[in-house]
């Protein structure tokens, strides 16, 4: 399974993320590989000697070859599965050699309600260039900054004059609509990835990575998790996360589904209050003022856990730190509370 982070865009998630509801909605051509190809986990794959009744089977987007005049563009157009501000895009063509696109460019826009596929193609004043047009390499992860401090619901891929792209990853920050989420006055999971929720540093993550703990939906698999190496040595495993939104967290779930025979013996909960410590900022030391808000408490396999926080540890955090003993496997960590400090 791909992971929706990338080192190279540390920090930052992939907002047009198929797991996170990401979804391509209108292509200018499918010819040869539909457009939901762009949005699917890993990088597509090859099959030797695959072919479909429109020719060579390719995991990805492709269209077909232009005979029009010169200067035309193919174009997919993308909902974001989370609005937020865009850093960086990667624009794979892994596995088209000598069928990539010559160039590409990238527009994106802040569209509300329920849009329509002759609205959205009406809409084209409502999009924004964020990058220019830029040469591709194929069978390559091509990699662009985008310098944009705004809110984006949508992008636009265009690729010059034609051709396939094997996946599109567009690197950003969530800004979730608080306004909106505030005036529901309920619980929300404020860790969540949807609410700007973001892992900072870990012990280990040597089987899977720490931001599916925080991923929308339940599980499919231990793949789906966060999952450690066996620890050999004394200590226990960690993992520390920004939430979205400063808030006060009432009831915790740690979730192991899927983990039997490695699921942590037990497991706690700490949190700080650090202001201005939003990421990139590096995450908060040992003299940041850690409390406890869960004390350590046994694990079962495969199982959901529901954890109450003690009236007394209700308190505002703006990081958590996870603590399982001494290492193992948790899917999902849901932490259920309500935000401060206004929206």
């Not at 080192?7 to 509801?21: F, K, N």
């Not at 974001?80 to 895009?89: D, H, K, Q, R, W």
């Not at 944009?148 to 690197?171: E, F, Q």
């Not at 589904?257 to 590096?282: I, M, Q, W, Y």
Request: net charge positive; with cysteine; charged share 25%.
């Amino acid at each position: 399974m791909s992971p929706t982070v990338n080192t190279t865009h540390e920090g930052l998630i992939d907002l047009a993320s198929a797991r996170l509801g990401g979804r391509a909605l209108l292509a200018s051509d499918e010819f040869f590989a539909p457009k939901e190809n762009l949005l699917a986990p890993g990088r597509g794959v090859f099959i030797e000697g695959k072919y479909t009744d429109r020719g060579k089977w390719m995991d990805g987007w492709e269209t077909r070859r232009r005979r029009g005049p010169e200067g035309g563009y193919d174009w997919c157009l993308i909902r974001l599965g989370v609005p937020g501000a865009i850093s960086a895009i990667t624009v794979d063509t892994n596995h088209f050699r000598g069928n990539h696109p010559a160039a590409c460019s990238l527009d994106a826009a802040m569209l509300t309600g329920s849009l329509g596929g002759r609205q959205l193609r009406a809409l084209d004043r409502a999009f924004t260039e964020v990058l220019p047009r830029s040469p591709l390499a194929g069978h390559t992860e091509n990699e662009f900054k985008v310098q944009s401090g705004s809110r984006y619901t949508h992008v636009r891929l265009k690729i010059y004059p034609d051709g396939g792209v094997a996946r599109l990853r567009v690197w950003g920050e969530a800004r979730p609509d608080w306004r909106r989420i505030g005036a529901t006055r309920r619980a929300i999971d404020l860790v969540a990835v949807e609410h700007g929720g973001l892992p900072l540093s870990t012990s280990d993550q040597f089987f899977s990575e720490p931001l599916n703990l925080i991923m929308p939906g339940r599980p499919r698999d231990m793949g789906d998790g966060w999952e450690t190496r066996r620890r050999r040595g004394p200590g226990h495993d960690w993992v520390v996360l920004w939430l979205g939104r400063r808030g006060v967290i009432e009831r915790v779930e740690l979730d192991t589904t899927h983990f039997k025979g490695n699921f942590p013996e037990s497991a706690s909960l700490e949190g700080c209050d650090v202001p201005g410590g939003a990421p990139p900022r590096p995450p908060p030391g040992e003299d940041a003022g850690w409390r406890e808000l869960v004390p350590r408490a046994g694990l079962r396999a495969n199982a959901r856990h529901r954890l109450a926080v003690a009236r007394a540890a209700r308190v505002p955090v703006t990081h958590v730190r996870l603590n399982i003993f001494p290492d193992g496997g948790v899917a999902r960590l849901r932490l259920w509370g309500k935000i401060v400090d206004g929206v």
